[in-house]
């Protein structure tokens, strides 16, 4: 899995009017939960731009005042208005210790429907997992070449490899769905 660092520094005072000042700083309050301590710090706007706007899952390296850290993004929260990051929870790993996390999907093979004019529709982008942080994928492979027409491909489908796949086996992570142009071929030929 990816790696990304980010550098932040000790937050000093907690509460609305200092986070406040913070944002206007263009730096984000955040907080790193899951080790012996919480550890509330501030980093740069900028450097989550790699980190949050991207499909991909990334591994987090925090420098924080010269400690360092291995986390993954828990949760971020934006402004309803203006879409201005406001805050970030980082969930510290820990050797062994099984985390949860959401991984995008990625479609290997060709589809026997899509070939014949249907339309791949993406019904999950991300499935949420569980693993230890060694084991956590860049991606979960989903293998679409045996989907024909009108046909959907299912989470229990997917053979986890390492992992553990948390979301419910029976949502659709794919359809092929057929178009109102070749309806009309398909009903005629019957």
Do not use: W
Not at 67 to 95: C, G, K, S, W
Not at 105 to 113: E, H, M, R
Not at 137 to 161: A, H, Q, R, T, Y
């Amino acid at each position: 899995m990816k790696s990304l660092e980010i550098v932040g520094f000790k937050r000093a005072n907690l509460g609305k009017k200092d986070a406040k000042a913070i944002r206007l700083e263009s730096y984000v309050p955040c907080v790193l939960y899951g080790g012996a301590e919480q550890v509330h710090f501030s980093a740069p706007a900028i450097l989550f731009r790699e980190l949050l706007y991207t499909p991909e899952v990334h591994i987090v390296d925090l420098n924080v005042e010269g400690t360092m850290y291995r986390a993954i993004v828990q949760d971020a929260q934006f402004h309803p208005v203006n879409e201005m990051l406001l805050h970030v929870d980082f969930l510290e790993l820990q050797d062994g210790k099984e985390v949860k996390m959401d991984i995008p999907v990625k479609y290997i093979g060709t589809s026997p429907g899509v070939q014949q004019g249907g339309k791949l529709v993406s019904k999950l982008r991300k499935l949420k997992v569980k693993a230890a942080p060694e084991n956590l994928p860049d991606f979960v492979e989903v293998n679409i070449s045996d989907l024909g027409l009108g046909k959907s491909i299912k989470v229990s489908k997917v053979e986890p490899n390492g992992f553990t796949i948390l979301t419910n086996p029976q949502a659709p992570i794919a359809t092929v769905t057929i178009p109102r142009a070749l309806k009309g071929t398909l009903n005629a030929d019957k």
